[in-house]
């Protein structure tokens, strides 16, 4: 993080209201008590029992898994355990992994002839365990970037995009640029890319004697919403997937503007990252490939409501969000 912008921390106490809501971690997603939520039309199950969409393994690309991968039948995959729909989260069971990251994750598997075997971790510690090897690979709507690049593989699936999430009664019409949160107390995931993008906005503010922008970091989504829905934050930077879910499921608040995850200049892409030079980012790529071209990528991104995130093919290491200054 730059020590130039201001930030705010969330009081414990709202952390204790979080708990005693009967929604748990999302309050805006009761999966226990509500109906099934219907997004873009379709009926979302939030249960355990997902009925996933599955592959055929595919011999000449599972051939290529390096043999340590391999030597057990399985494919560790890391998603971050703080994530929410329709990205990936807990099934109404607060175990079961379920989301379009798991679906797709469930359908390399299956190319690669590899049983999946998914893993919940923090989101720093992703990064950690992939670069130890502990997660073989990592589905949890991470960007490419070029530092990242320096220590992981990717494979990409999907574009990324970022949105800025208001309350309907928000005097915020758009946010387009820096020039529109100028003064705006807003939140934003500690250690994302959208921080990156949010602190160099910031910065670029203060060089031309704007207001500095006051950040607010919160551990959960469900936390940010309460504090959208209080006022403590007049806005929220985040996945652009999960804020038009919790839209369309919960309403109460709308889209005030999107941006590229690669900044300004490069749309970005959202990858399976795994250890540098391991071997296994090509067969991955392939195994995307096959299902891209065979229709069971298509078929997962619509049931998650994602179809505008589609990419038309799978690439190894494109350009990402270029490296921040020193």
Not at 176 to 182: F, S, T
Not at 184 to 203: A, H, M, P, Y
Not at 245 to 258: E, L, P
């Amino acid at each position: 993080m730059r020590a130039s912008a201001a930030r705010a921390f969330a009081v414990p106490a709202l952390l204790l209201l979080l708990t005693g809501t009967a929604c748990g971690a999302e309050p805006a997603l009761d999966t226990q008590a509500a109906p099934a939520p219907v997004v873009a039309g379709k009926k979302i199950n939030l249960g355990p029992d997902q009925n996933r969409v599955r592959a055929e393994k595919v011999a000449s690309i599972a051939a290529q898994v390096p043999k340590d991968v391999a030597a057990d039948g399985k494919l560790t995959v890391g998603f971050s355990a703080s994530g929410s729909p329709p990205l990936v989260s807990p099934a109404t069971d607060d175990t079961t992994l379920i989301g379009v990251e798991t679906d797709l994750a469930q359908l390399v598997a299956d190319v690669l002839g590899l049983e999946f075997t998914p893993q919940s971790s923090s989101w720093e510690n992703l990064f950690l365990a992939a670069k130890s090897g502990k997660y073989e690979v990592v589905f949890s709507n991470v960007t490419v970037t070029e530092e990242r690049k320096d220590t992981y593989d990717f494979a990409t699936y999907r574009i990324d995009q970022l949105g800025w999430q208001v309350p309907d009664s928000s005097p915020i019409k758009a946010i387009n640029g820096p020039a529109d949160i100028a003064g705006l107390r807003v939140s934003v995931g500690s250690g994302t890319n959208q921080e990156k993008i949010l602190l160099d906005w910031d910065e670029q503010n203060r060089a031309a004697g704007r207001k500095p922008v006051e950040i607010l970091y919160y551990e959960k989504y469900g936390d940010v919403l309460l504090a959208l829905k209080s006022g403590r934050v007049q806005a929220y930077f985040g996945p652009n997937p999960n804020i038009a879910y919790n839209i369309a499921v919960s309403g109460g608040s709308r889209i005030a503007g999107t941006f590229s995850g690669a900044g300004p200049d490069l749309q970005g892409l959202i990858a399976a990252m795994t250890k540098k030079d391991n071997g296994l980012v090509k067969p991955l790529n392939e195994a995307l490939n096959t299902v891209i071209a065979n229709g069971e990528y298509k078929e997962v991104l619509e049931r998650w409501g994602l179809a505008n995130e589609a990419i038309p093919e799978s690439k190894i290491n494109p350009p990402g969000l270029p490296r921040q200054a020193s």
